[in-house]
């Protein structure tokens, strides 16, 4: 009887070994293709733009722009959702006299395909190649913006390419690193196919960095902005907000936009 249990729970943990490694995109990545709405609902002027990246897949995205400005921000969201749950986003970088350009990673929005850790780097390099090649901004005149996942887009960017500035907002240092805390009880690292290794990324970047978290965050520690943080080379900022992972950035907002314009206002033509 012991011997039967022992076998069972040893088959149901492989089955469970097993699904983690098959349906990790799954638990990643939650895309919806709804649209909630336009940057016209936040009174704003845009422009809808479709780029095809380096295999094959067409994107989707918006292009906000701020009269006078010479001035981009490459916005990549989080994990959840499309472009159209970052208006109130775009809206606050746009006050701060940014070009905000914002893509739909692949399988999300009205982008085709579907998301994976290879198609994002894909999606984020089409998205540089239009701010600097179609619409003529110099390198240094753009900021790559990540909150969440995107952070991780983000990094793996400016590692490739050198812009003005890089943000990262809430951020974690590594998908194995989130995963070995939120399931303790697998062999995360030795399972993961996904890495959005952040912290590694941050070692070999060379532009200057604003790290933003709050200890509220309920979903990435702040221990992990921390240590970007502390991994990232010389200039950096670090910018403590509150409020939770998806709301920080309003609820501080009277810190963090001024926070945010001096930083860029700093490293910027």
């Known amino acids: 009887m012991l011997g039967t249990v022992i076998i069972t729970a040893a088959l149901g943990y492989g089955l469970v070994l097993l699904l983690a490694f098959i349906f990790q995109e799954r638990l990643l990545y939650f895309p919806l293709r709804s649209m909630a709405g336009t940057p016209a609902a936040a009174g704003l002027e845009f422009e809808e733009v479709w780029l095809t990246t380096g295999d094959g897949v067409r994107i989707f995205g918006w292009y906000v ?3 006078g400005s010479r001035r981009a921000l490459l916005f990549f969201h989080g994990n959840g959702g499309n472009i159209s749950h970052r208006l109130d986003s775009i809206a606050q970088f746009q ?3 940014l070009n905000v350009f914002i893509i739909d990673y692949r399988g999300y929005g009205h982008s085709e395909g579907r998301p994976t850790e290879a198609g994002t780097t894909l999606d984020a390099a089409a998205a540089w190649r239009y701010l600097v090649e179609q619409r003529g901004f110099a390198p240094e005149q753009i900021v790559i ?5 995107g952070g991780a887009v983000a990094a793996g960017l400016a590692e490739q390419q050198r ?3 890089l943000i990262l907002e809430s951020t974690f240092t590594s998908v194995p690193d989130m995963a070995a805390r939120q399931f303790p009880f697998l062999p995360v690292r030795q399972l993961s196919r996904l890495h959005y290794n952040t912290r590694e990324r941050l070692a070999r970047i060379d532009a200057p960095l604003l790290t933003i978290h709050s200890p509220n965050d309920e979903v990435i520690p702040f221990e992990h902005g921390r240590a970007l943080f502390a991994t990232a080379g010389q200039p950096k900022e670090f910018l403590q907000i509150d409020g939770g992972h998806n709301d920080g950035f309003l609820i501080s907002a ?3 936009e001024p926070a945010v314009a001096a930083f860029i206002n700093r490293y910027l033509e």
């Open 163 to 165: 812009p003005g500035a």
């Open 145 to 149: 913006f990540g909150r969440s996942l």
């Open 95 to 97: 006050r701060l006299g």
């Open 254 to 256: 009277g810190v963090y």
């Open 65 to 67: 722009p701020a009269a």
